[in-house]
C-alpha cells in the first residue's frame, strides 16, 4: 500500500471537493428545522389543522427510507466504485432540493414531501462514498484529521443556515430554498470533478489501479457482513445512542429554546426566530472547531474509547443543564461532546470491517442509525403531547447518554480482550493488518478459528495502550 504523503498535496484538493458535496447536504438537510415556525405557517395556509402532522413528515420521508438505502448503497459502492454512486448521490440531493423548492413556490405541500424524499435518497448515502473516498486518499497518520475536517466542514454547512436561512426568509418564503438548491448544483460538479481527479489519478499509478481491483473482489453481497465482530455491532450501537442525544434535539432546539426561554423576553415572533436559530449554531460551531482538532489528536495519540466514554458523559451534563440554565452554556457542554465523538467514532469504523467491505460497513451503521433517528420524533411528539412541555424530552436525552455511558464502557472491556487495541495511534500498523489477515478475531468472532498467527494472550500492562505513559 502506498503511504499517504506519496500522493502529495492533491489530496487536499480532493478532501475539499469531497467537503464541498457534504456541505451542500447538511446545509439543505437543516433548513426545515431552522425554520420551522416559518414551515408550520406555510403549510396551515392549505392544509389548516395538519401542519404539524405534515412538518413531522418532511422529516419521516427523509429518515424511514433510510433505514435500508445507505445499507443497498454500501453494498452498491462495494460493487460498482464509489466515484460513479458518488455522482448518483449528490445529483439526488439536488434533485430533491429543487422539488422541495418547487413544491414551497406552489403551495404544495405534496411536492414539499417528495421532494424530501429523494433528497435523503442520495443525502444519507454521501457518508458511505465520501468516507471511503477519504479512506483511499489519507489511510495511515491523516485518516482521522480528514474525516474530521469533513465532517467540520458539514457542520459549517449547518452552521451557516441558522444565519442565512432566516435572513433570506424575510423577503419570501421560498427564498432560503432557492438559494439551497444553487449549492446543491454546486456539489454536483464538484463531485464530477473529484470522479475526474482520482481516476485519473488511479490510472498514472498502475499498482493504485491494481489494489482498487483487488479491493473490488468483494464475493458474494453479504460475504463481509459475516466478519463483522462484536466490536462492530458495539460501535453500531453506540453511534445510535450518541446521535440521538444531538440531531433529534436539533430537530426541537428552536421551538424548545422559544417556549422555554425567549417567549418571555422576546415579544417579535421574527426575531425569537433568528434568536433561537442562532442559539442553535453554537452546537455545529463548537463541534466544527472541534471535529478536526480532535481528529488530529487521535492521529497522534489514539485513546478513542477514552474520547468516547468522556463524550458519553458530558451529553449527560449537557441535557441535565438545559433545565436548569439558559441554553449557552448546555449547548457549548453539547457542542463539545459532539466534536468529541464525531472526530473519534467514524474513523474507528475503518479498523472494524474488511476493506473490501467497508461500503457495507458504513452503510449499515448509517441504515440501523436512521431507524432510530426516523423513530425518535414519534417519541418526541408522544411525549411533547402528554405531558405539554419538553421536561420528559429532555429527561429521554439523558437516558441515551446513560446509555451511550454503558456502551462505551463495554467497548473498552471488549478492547481488553485483544492483542490489538482500538486506543492504539499507530493506524498504518492497523491497516496493513486487516489487508493481511482476510478474517481476525478482533472483527470477526469466527475469526480465531482460521487465523495461523499466535494467539497469546492479552497484551501485558507494559504494552497496554490503555495505560498512559510520559
Not at 446543491?184 to 475526474?196: D, N, P, R
Request: aromatic residues 12%; hydrophobic residues 45%; contains cysteine.
Amino acid at each position: 500500500n502506498e503511504t499517504t504523503n506519496s500522493r502529495g498535496p492533491l489530496r487536499f484538493l480532493v478532501l475539499a471537493l469531497g467537503c464541498m458535496a457534504f456541505f451542500a447536504d447538511y446545509y439543505c438537510q437543516d433548513i426545515p428545522g431552522v425554520m420551522r415556525n416559518q414551515f408550520l405557517s406555510h403549510l396551515e395556509k392549505t392544509n389548516d389543522g395538519q401542519q404539524e402532522y405534515l412538518f413531522d413528515l418532511l422529516y419521516s420521508v427523509y429518515s424511514l427510507p433510510n433505514i435500508v438505502l445507505p445499507f443497498i448503497a454500501g453494498m452498491l459502492v462495494d460493487q460498482f466504485g464509489y466515484r460513479l454512486m458518488n455522482i448518483v448521490f449528490c445529483a439526488l440531493v439536488m434533485l430533491g432540493q429543487v422539488l422541495l423548492y418547487a413544491g414551497a413556490a406552489a403551495n404544495n405541500a405534496s411536492w414539499m414531501i417528495f421532494g424530501r424524499f429523494v433528497f435523503g435518497l442520495g443525502g444519507e448515502s454521501l457518508a458511505v462514498t465520501i468516507g471511503i473516498l477519504l479512506v483511499s486518499w489519507f489511510k495511515g497518520k491523516e485518516l482521522s484529521f480528514s474525516q474530521g475536517f469533513n465532517l467540520s466542514f458539514a457542520r459549517v454547512g449547518s452552521v451557516l443556515n441558522c444565519f442565512i436561512s432566516p435572513q433570506l426568509a424575510k423577503s419570501s418564503f421560498d427564498a432560503p430554498i432557492r438559494f439551497a438548491s444553487i449549492i446543491a448544483g454546486v456539489s454536483v460538479f464538484g463531485s464530477i470533478l473529484v470522479c475526474i481527479i482520482d481516476k485519473r489519478y488511479e490510472q498514472q499509478h498502475p499498482e493504485i489501479l491494481e489494489e482498487q481491483q483487488n479491493q473490488g473482489e468483494s464475493g458474494p453481497i453479504f460475504a463481509g457482513v459475516r466478519k463483522f465482530g462484536k466490536p462492530f455491532w458495539i460501535i453500531t450501537a453506540l453511534v445510535c445512542s450518541l446521535y440521538l442525544c444531538v440531531v433529534p434535539f436539533n430537530m426541537i432546539a428552536s421551538s424548545f429554546f422559544e417556549d422555554s426561554w425567549l417567549k418571555s423576553s422576546v415579544a417579535d415572533e421574527t426575531t425569537r426566530a433568528q434568536v433561537a436559530g442562532q442559539l442553535m449554531s453554537i452546537i455545529m460551531i463548537v463541534s466544527s472547531i472541534l471535529f478536526p482538532i480532535v481528529g488530529l489528536f487521535v492521529d497522534k495519540f489514539g485513546q478513542r474509547l477514552r474520547l468516547l466514554l468522556t463524550a458519553s458523559f458530558m451529553t449527560i451534563l449537557a441535557h441535565l443543564l438545559f433545565l436548569e440554565v439558559y441554553p449557552i452554556i448546555p449547548l457549548i457542554t453539547l457542542g463539545i461532546a459532539y466534536g468529541i465523538f464525531g472526530g473519534a467514532l467514524w474513523p474507528t469504523v475503518v479498523f472494524l470491517a474488511p476493506k473490501e467491505s467497508l461500503g457495507s460497513a458504513y452503510g449499515l451503521i448509517n441504515s440501523i442509525q436512521n431507524l432510530v433517528l426516523g423513530l425518535c420524533p414519534i417519541i418526541i411528539g408522544y411525549l411533547k403531547t402528554n405531558s405539554g412541555s419538553y421536561t420528559n424530552v429532555i429527561v429521554m436525552f439523558m437516558i441515551f447518554g446513560m446509555i451511550s455511558v454503558l456502551l462505551s464502557y463495554l467497548m473498552i472491556v471488549e478492547d481488553r480482550n485483544h492483542k490489538t487495541s482500538l486506543n492504539s495511534n499507530d493506524q498504518t500498523a492497523l491497516l496493513s493488518y486487516m489487508d493481511t489477515q482476510e478474517s481476525h478475531y478482533f472483527y470477526s468472532k469466527f475469526g480465531r478459528k482460521s487465523l495461523d498467527i499466535s494467539t497469546s494472550s492479552p497484551h501485558s500492562e507494559e504494552d497496554d495502550p490503555f495505560i498512559i505513559r510520559p
